[in-house]
Every structure is written in C-alpha cells, then in structure tokens.
C-alpha cells in the first residue's frame, strides 16, 4: 500500500514560487497516476494538476496554466507541483493523491475518484 506525504507549502509573497513535494512510501508508486488537488477556505475542493503514472501525458486546470507544472520522479517515489507567479487566489491547502493506473486519469477532485490521499500541505500567498 502506497502512503502519501506532501511538503514544500508555506508562506509567499504574490509572485514568487513554492516547489510542492509528494513523497510516496510502500510499494509501486509508479503504477499510480497522479493528482494535485487543493482547496481554499470557505470553497470546494478543486483540481490542480496531473500527470500519467509514467509522466507522459500532463494537465492543469486552467487557471494555474503557464504557472505551475507538474512532474513525477518514479525512481524518488515523488510527484512535484512548480508553482510560480503565484497570486493570492492560490492560497490553499495543497493535496496530492493517486488513481490506479488501471482505472485511467481523471481530472477531477471527488474524494472517491482517487485511491490515496496525503495529508495536505499549506499554502499562503500573501498580496
């Protein structure tokens, strides 16, 4: 079983950058695809960014694209989130999860639409 554990949040000033890190603990992390998810206060959980459990395919939610980037290590066992010129709206709390390869990719941020989750990291960008 594959256990998540996120890092990298913290406290920013608008237009600045933050590198989120996904670390993946137990067995056979690269047969997982996926996901950053992230939600604000007040406001739904919402979809970020994923990638394919071999990173070859990418995709990011509007509103982050040209900022953030997502990107895998299978041999580190770790899904990263770039994230640059970052605004205020991007405070939240920042979450990593993972889809079985089996069950295709899906962008989207349903709980029950990934089969692991970490414990969210925060992020604060102040204006």
């Known amino acids: 079983q594959v256990q998540l554990v996120e890092s990298g949040g913290g406290l920013v000033q608008a237009g600045g950058s933050l590198r989120l890190s996904c670390a993946a603990s137990g067995c056979c992390f690269s047969n997982y695809h996926m996901g950053w998810l992230r939600q604000a206060p007040g406001k739904e959980r919402e979809f970020v960014a994923a990638i394919t459990w071999l990173g070859g395919s990418t995709y990011l939610t509007d509103s982050v694209k040209g900022r953030f980037s997502i990107s895998r290590d299978n041999a580190k066992n770790t899904v990263y989130l770039q994230m640059n010129s970052l605004k205020p709206e991007d405070t939240a709390v920042y979450y990593c999860?993972?889809?079985?390869?089996?069950?295709?990719?899906?962008?989207?941020?349903?709980?029950?639409?990934?089969?692991?989750w970490g414990q969210g990291t925060q992020v604060t960008v102040s204006s």
């Open positions: 999860a993972a889809r079985h390869k089996t069950r295709g990719l899906r962008t989207t941020a349903l709980y029950d639409e990934y089969d692991l």
